[in-house]
């Protein structure tokens, strides 16, 4: 079973920093690829950022390239997202997704993902 919490979002001033995390009280979080997903009101939800299972890989959306960081730590099971340099174009309610299917390569797409948060609301103010 595999559950997953986000928090950390928040109201920071453009240019400002927050660390998401997403936990998972499953048994199984350190084989899984993960990833972070947000939808913006009207928008269509849009990939971020992911991690394979090991921490080796960690894809990127252009938007976020040199800002976000994504990590990853199995004992516990936690996924993180660090966010810096924020901007308003950045406001979003932000998921995390887990990828339960073993598949070998972490994927940008949200069909490729089958368990989700509940989402968490980042808002940058300009």
């Known amino acids: 079973q595999v559950q997953l919490v986000e928090s950390g979002g928040g109201l920071v001033q453009a240019g400002g920093s927050l660390r998401l995390s997403c936990t998972d009280s499953g048994r199984t979080f350190s084989r899984y690829n993960m990833g972070w997903f947000r939808q913006a009101p009207g928008k269509d939800r849009e990939f971020v950022a992911a991690?394979?299972?090991?921490?080796?890989?960690?894809p990127y959306a252009d938007s976020v390239k040199g800002r976000f960081t994504i990590s990853r730590d199995n004992d516990p099971n936690t996924m993180y997202l660090q966010m810096n340099n924020l901007k308003p174009e950045d406001t979003a309610v932000y998921y995390c997704a887990a990828d339960s299917t073993f598949r070998r390569s972490v994927g940008a797409a949200v069909t490729e993902y089958d368990y989700w948060g509940q989402g968490t609301q980042v808002t940058v103010s300009a």
């Open positions: 991690i394979n299972w090991s921490g080796s890989t960690t």
